[in-house]
């Protein structure tokens, strides 16, 4: 059972810039396949980006694509969300999930994934 556990959500400006951080439990987490997704009220919750298990392959919602970049330190068990020239669209809580580890590709849906954190909020004002 791999816990995730996300911070960094705040309240910034738009055009500013975000890093969320997701710590994993697991001491494999290099073997997991990881994502983060984002749910805005009203709305179901959509994928934003994705890594594949080396951190190789990277996979972006067209929405966020030049803005924000997945990366991944499997030293600290961590996964990174940096978001640059934020947008008051991008308001929403943003989850981390993992994959696997029997999986290698990267998953655009929400029942891809089989473990989740509990969220941190991200508020973009005008």
């Known amino acids: 059972q791999v816990q995730l556990v996300e911070s960094g959500g705040e309240l910034v400006q738009a055009g500013g810039s975000l890093r969320l951080s997701c710590a994993a439990s697991?001491?494999?987490?290099?073997?997991?396949?990881m994502g983060w997704f984002r749910q805005a009220p009203g709305h179901v919750r959509e994928f934003v980006a994705g890594?594949?298990?080396?951190?190789?392959?990277?996979y972006y919602a067209d929405s966020v694509k030049g803005r924000f970049t997945i990366f991944r330190d499997d030293a600290k068990n961590t996964v990174y969300l940096q978001m640059d020239s934020l947008k008051p669209e991008d308001t929403a809580v943003y989850y981390c999930?993992?994959?696997?580890?029997?999986?290698?590709?990267?998953?655009?849906?929400?029942?891809?994934?089989?473990?989740w954190g509990q969220g941190t909020q991200v508020t973009v004002s005008k």
């Open positions: 697991d001491r494999t987490f290099s073997s997991y396949v």
């Open positions: 890594s594949s298990r080396s951190g190789g392959s990277r």
């Open positions: 999930a993992a994959r696997g580890p029997s999986y290698y590709s990267v998953g655009y849906l929400r029942g891809d994934y089989d473990y």
